[in-house]
């Protein structure tokens, strides 16, 4: 399972709900269709391919920034980018179910 965390960029075992309750913001990569069909309550939609040209939006959301999908890839792509971008404390939950 190790691997598999390593290889989708999910780091270590974070307790996600401690994060939210203490403000941490929800992003769901998915696209507008994936996230109509089901989300996290309270996140915010922004699809993987918007992340880059939404990023001004993204940092006035603060940290920390947890970042989903549907399994995990999408996220980790966001996460990358979103970490270029100076963000420091982004964490990937891999599928939007885990939270």
């Known amino acids: ?16 709900k401690e994060l939210i309750d203490n403000g941490a913001k ?17 996140s915010k939609n922004i699809p993987l ?12 959301l603060g940290e920390p920034l947890i970042v989903c999908c549907k399994s995990g890839m999408r996220a980790s ?3 990358s980018t979103i970490k270029k971008a100076g963000v420091k404390e982004v964490y990937n939950a891999g599928g939007w179910t885990n939270l």
């Open 1 to 16: 399972m190790d691997f598999l965390r390593k290889l989708f960029g999910l780091g270590p075992k974070v307790d996600y």
């Open 26 to 42: 929800v992003i769901d990569v998915r696209s507008t269709g994936e996230f109509s069909s089901g989300h996290f309550k309270g």
């Open 49 to 60: 391919d918007q992340v880059s040209k939404r990023m001004p939006e993204i940092l006035k």
């Open 77 to 79: 792509n966001a996460m």
